[in-house]
């Protein structure tokens, strides 16, 4: 996809998460709608991949250790057709294939279950030690984050990783600066966590989390450096074109009605319009 073709594909896959969290009423819309673009990029122009086949084995993977937004990549997913998109409907219903955290067991082109914040990196990182030791050039793509990155599984799993240079691990911080009950920084504050990363033996960059090209851009890049694994730092809003979510602080869980659903559709259908139109 080109760079208008992505930001189309973000914004769909906005909507489709929040279609996907409609039924109940409420979700992870904060985190979901941060990490959109990147989605976006890794589903639509990154990844290789095969959705009638998900589980083909030079595919690369993809481990979103904050498993909580799911709906995100369950929006992708559908609109990459790894199932109907009218299954969004399900989402944390009974019988569901679409819980509301990410599940290898359940969902087609998920790649590892996650959810307990801090595991996604160490299942990760064993799954691209393993894809190098049975001699396939496939890439592991992580996203972490920034509020689980309080977890000493991480920084556990920064140093293995820089010890066995595993240069086929492309890790993401959706750095929205927000975690689950107020600003990072006053919680437990990161710092310069890109250079937290770099003193940890990563290849690290940081980047505007809502640009395609740039993120795209950082991912050609990475590449290139060998014998490292690499940590991209995205910059982001949480809620992120959300109209009933972007500007709420406690966005991480919300409750929303009909009509807020409604509101934020039509502005993300609008935004679309306006994106399709453009020369």
Same mark, same amino acid.
């Given at each position: ?14 909507? =489709? =998460? ?50 909580? +937004? ?100 492309? =890790? ?15 919680? +437990? ?52 074109? +959300? ?37």
């Amino acid at each position: 996809m080109n760079q208008k073709e992505l930001n189309i594909f973000a914004a769909q896959i906005r909507k =489709a =998460a929040l279609r996907a969290i409609r039924k109940v009423g409420a979700g992870h819309v904060g985190g979901s709608m941060s990490m959109a673009d990147l989605m976006a990029v890794l589903y639509g122009d990154v990844m290789k991949i095969d959705p009638q086949n998900p589980k083909w084995e030079d595919r690369d993977w993809l481990v979103v250790s904050k498993g909580h +937004c799911g709906p995100a990549v369950y929006g992708a997913l559908a609109l990459k057709g790894y199932f109907d998109i009218d299954e969004l409907d399900t989402v944390n219903q009974g019988g569901t294939r679409l819980p509301s955290h990410c599940d290898m067991n359940r969902t087609p082109g998920i790649d590892m279950s996650t959810g307990s914040l801090g595991q996604g990196m160490s299942t990760a990182l064993g799954a691209a030690w393993g894809s190098r030791y049975n001699g396939k050039d496939n890439y592991t793509y992580l996203v972490l984050g920034d509020g689980e990155s309080d977890e000493g599984q991480i920084w556990e799993g920064a140093l293995f990783a820089a010890q066995q240079k595993l240069d086929h691990v492309i =890790a993401f911080i959706d750095y929205n600066k927000k975690q689950l009950d107020g600003y990072v920084s006053d919680i +437990c504050d990161l710092g310069d966590v890109r250079k937290k990363f770099e003193d940890f033996g990563w290849d690290a960059q940081e980047c505007d989390g809502h640009d395609v090209e740039a993120i795209k851009d950082a991912i050609e890049k990475a590449k290139k450096v060998k014998g490292h694994p690499h940590m991209i730092v995205l910059n982001t809003i949480k809620g992120k074109d +959300c109209s009933f979510a972007e500007k709420v602080l406690y966005n991480h869980h919300m409750k929303f009605t009909e009509e807020d659903y409604q509101n934020a559709i039509n502005t993300l259908d609008q935004k679309i319009k306006n994106m399709e139109e453009e020369v």
